[in-house]
């Protein structure tokens, strides 16, 4: 089985930024895609962004432009590097990783607050 941590989240402002990191307990490289899911207030969870295997992004229109997905294989992390956040991106974000045959694998979630 695979462990997800997520990190990094916290308070934010209106059109401010922040960096979650999501460390995995072994190697990613083997993950078909990993990404980032969000689920707010009321809210159904949601796609936010996913990275492939081969370095592929999708990124979700609602936050298309602003975040931005990438992975560090040697140190087993992807991270969503969210820009110009609205308080419309108030959620907890959730870490996802998926193999061909196995998953998903689901973090704890880090709470993202964007509020002034």
């Known amino acids: 089985q695979v462990q997800l941590v997520e990190s990094g989240g916290g308070l934010v402002q209106p059109g401010g930024s922040l960096t979650l990191s999501c460390a995995a307990s072994?190697?990613?490289?083997?993950?078909?895609?990993m990404g980032w899911y969000r689920q707010g207030p009321g809210n159904q969870r949601a796609h936010v962004a996913s990275?492939?295997?081969?370095?592929?992004?999708i990124i979700a229109d609602t936050v298309k432009g602003r975040f931005t997905i990438s992975r560090d294989n040697a140190k087993n992390t992807i991270y969503l590097q969210m820009n110009m956040l609205k308080p419309d991106d108030t959620a907890v974000y959730y870490c996802?990783?998926?193999?061909?045959?196995?998953?998903?694998?689901w973090g704890q979630g880090t709470q993202v607050t964007v509020s002034s």
């Open positions: 072994g190697s990613i490289s083997n993950f078909l895609s």
């Open positions: 996802n990783a998926k193999e061909t045959w196995r998953g998903p694998w």
């Open positions: 990275i492939t295997s081969g370095d592929s992004t």
